[in-house]
């Protein structure tokens, strides 16, 4: 079945430091959501991506959707304490009525 | 916060046993969708129910069943429970029916734990 491949599973960087985690997918997506899971909390709605080459900013947050709509990025720039947690990507899936998750890049800031 | 609560937060049960979980929807949400979350992976999607019919299921085996009901609130009832089983089950209530596409609100979940 469909699939959305998600990488690195972790990424432990300094405070100050940028974060970037990717999704791949081998076929074509309709769209792209992101989600941010506090350690303990539940996943929390980032942002939707559905246009070829998109780019959006939250913040120090930027999303990006390929142009061939097969993957997709986030990065954030210059991590602070507040951005811990696991970052998933989640893509509609056959059908349409369901969403495949990547299993996500754990973000953790070195002490 | 989401307006989407679950029952119970915690819940610790043994094998062969049954257990239900409850979801009460954001208000004005006709679609809720469940989701097994083990620890350390991403959510993998249960079944979805739109305006009480199950929409879609994942590959879950059919001692997973749920509910919807006319106000939108939901349960996922387990059957058999496995020790595979343990993990934080997720609802997530959507506003503009069964679509992929559509925003998902989640609940805190319910820790399941099978001894």
């Known amino acids: 079945g469909q699939q959305v491949m998600q990488i690195p599973q972790y990424q432990h960087v300094q405070e100050g430091e940028d974060f970037t985690t990717y999704c791949n997918s081998s076929?074509?997506?309709?769209?792209i959501q992101w989600y941010k899971q506090r350690p303990g909390g539940h996943p929390v709605f980032l942002i939707q991506?559905?246009?070829s080459g998109e780019v959006k900013k939250q913040k120090r947050l930027t999303f990006q959707f390929g142009e061939a709509k097969k993957n997709s990025s986030l990065h954030i720039t210059a991590t602070q304490t507040t951005d811990v947690g696991t970052y998933f990507c989640?893509?509609?899936?056959?059908?349409?009525?369901?969403?495949?998750w990547g299993a996500g890049t754990k973000l953790i800031i070195k002490p | 916060e989401t307006g989407v609560t679950q029952s119970p937060t915690h819940l610790i049960k043994t094998r062969g046993q049954q257990v239900t979980l409850r979801c009460s929807s954001q208000?004005?949400?006709?679609?809720v969708s469940w989701y097994q979350q083990a620890l350390g992976q991403g959510p993998q999607f249960i079944f979805q129910?739109?305006?009480?019919?199950?929409?879609g299921r994942g590959n879950f085996p059919p001692r997973f069943s749920g509910l919807q009901f006319p106000n939108y609130s939901s349960e996922l009832n387990v059957n058999a429970l496995e020790l595979d089983d343990s993990a934080l089950y997720l609802c997530?209530?959507?506003?503009?029916?069964?679509?992929?596409?559509?925003?998902?609100?989640f609940g805190p979940g319910t820790r399941l734990t099978v001894l």
């Open positions: 997530a209530s959507s506003p503009s029916g069964p679509l992929g596409t559509d925003t998902q609100y």
């Open positions: 208000s004005g949400h006709n679609t």
């Open positions: 129910y739109y305006r009480e019919e199950e929409n």
């Open positions: 076929t074509t997506l309709s769209n």
């Open positions: 991506l559905v246009k």
């Open positions: 989640a893509a509609a899936g056959s059908g349409n009525y369901q969403l495949i």
